[in-house]
Structure formats: C-alpha cells, structure tokens
C-alpha cells in the first residue's frame, strides 16, 4: 500500500462530473489498484476513489495522477505539494470473521444453493483469492461461474466487496465470465441501487425458513 499526504485537487469525469478544490489530504492506493482520496474526518469513507481493475499512470514532471477505469471514467489527481510518500507491504488479509448467524447463513446456503436460485450447484467455500476468500464459489445450470457474498445485513460496503471480487476473479480466463449475487436478511435500497449498476444480482432470504421453520419462496431483486 502508498500512502501519501499532499495538498491536492482532484477531478472525476464520468456518468457524472465532481472537483475537489485544493486541500492537504490523503492519497490512498492499494496493492489491488484500487485508488481513494480521503480528509481529515467523515469516518472511513473517502471523498473519491476508482476501483480497481484500474490504469494509473503518475507524470512526476507535473505531479498529475490520472486513474482511468475500463468503462472509461477518469480520475485526476494534482499534487501540489507531497508532504510525506510511503510504502507498506500489509500482506494477505486473512479476510473478516462472520458472526455466528452470518457464518450458519452461509453454511445453509452452501448446502442449498438452489435457494439462491435454481440449478445452482456448489463448487467451494470460502473460494480463495489473493485479496481474500469468495463466499461462495457455484456454477450455474449453464455452467457460468457464480460469486456470491453472504452478508446478514446487506449494505453498500458488502457491494463493494463483492465487486472487488469480481474485477479479480473476471481477469482469470479459467473462470471469466464470473457473474455475483449479493445475498443477505435484508439489503439496503441503497445497496440495491449500487448492486443493480454492477450487474450484481440481490437475493433476500430468511434465516429462520433455511433452518426448516417456514418454506415460501425466496425473491430475487
């Protein structure tokens, strides 16, 4: 990961058009490729970022930045002034541990992918990846590669997760196409705004139904 603290502008071009005017802030850029520009303050989420996969290409002569995602948006950043520029190799996250009922959550779901959605057929738990492990890894009746991410609550981060995943998984010709189902209790509006711009789809289910209590049919968003 680099890290680096330089006053800055920042300009993104795309479905839509945003500036950031000058300030000292961070520059953020992972080993993934992912790029992210964050202040001092407004929690964890940053005030512009580019997933990855990504080309970023950094003039040293001009101090410019500029990220350009495959669906042509384009991100761009001026360094002004870098006050501090480093580096550190984090390693392989092993990835966060679910609580009790997300891991059963996915547990039943693995052993009844058809809940998900019909011909469903499991490949692997927790699918490994070098940014962390896959849910689950299925097939479906075509035999197209299915990544799914299980959440208990789904929100617009478990999107963003799944669509990581997904820009990985996709650059290997043994598994591409890979198509993702964000599945949790309950998702979000938002998270199902953002899933929908993904090509991501959204499934609903019931806890209590997958452990036998009650079995109507599960909805797909």
Not at 93 to 115: F, M, N, T, Y
Request: net charge negative.
């Amino acid at each position: 990961m680099r890290l680096v603290i330089a006053r800055c502008t920042v300009d993104y071009e795309g479905r839509l058009r945003a500036h950031l005017p000058e300030a000292t802030r961070l520059v953020m850029v992972k080993a993934d490729g992912c790029v992210a520009i964050h202040a001092d303050g407004g929690a964890y989420k940053p005030l512009n970022w580019m997933n990855s996969p990504n080309r970023l290409v950094m003039d040293d002569h001009t101090g410019v930045w500029t990220v350009r995602s495959p669906k042509g948006d384009v991100l761009t950043i001026t360094l002004h002034e870098v006050f501090s520029d480093t580096a550190h190799d984090l390693g392989v996250d092993p990835g966060l541990r679910k609580d009790g009922v997300e891991a059963h959550l996915q547990e039943l779901l693995a052993d009844h992918p058809g809940s998900i959605a019909d011909g469903l057929r499991l490949v692997r738990r927790e699918f490994p990846t070098d940014i962390g492990p896959v849910d689950l890894m299925c097939r479906d009746a075509h035999g197209v590669a299915v990544a799914i991410e299980v959440k208990r609550r789904g929100e617009i981060d478990g999107v963003e997760q799944l669509t990581r995943y997904l820009d990985f998984l996709n650059r290997d010709p043994t598994l591409s196409p890979v198509r993702g189902v964000f599945v949790a209790q309950v998702i979000k509006p938002q998270a199902k705004v953002l899933a929908a711009d993904r090509e991501i789809d959204c499934v609903e289910v019931d806890y209590d139904e997958l452990r036998g209590i009650e079995s109507p049919n599960l909805k797909l968003f």
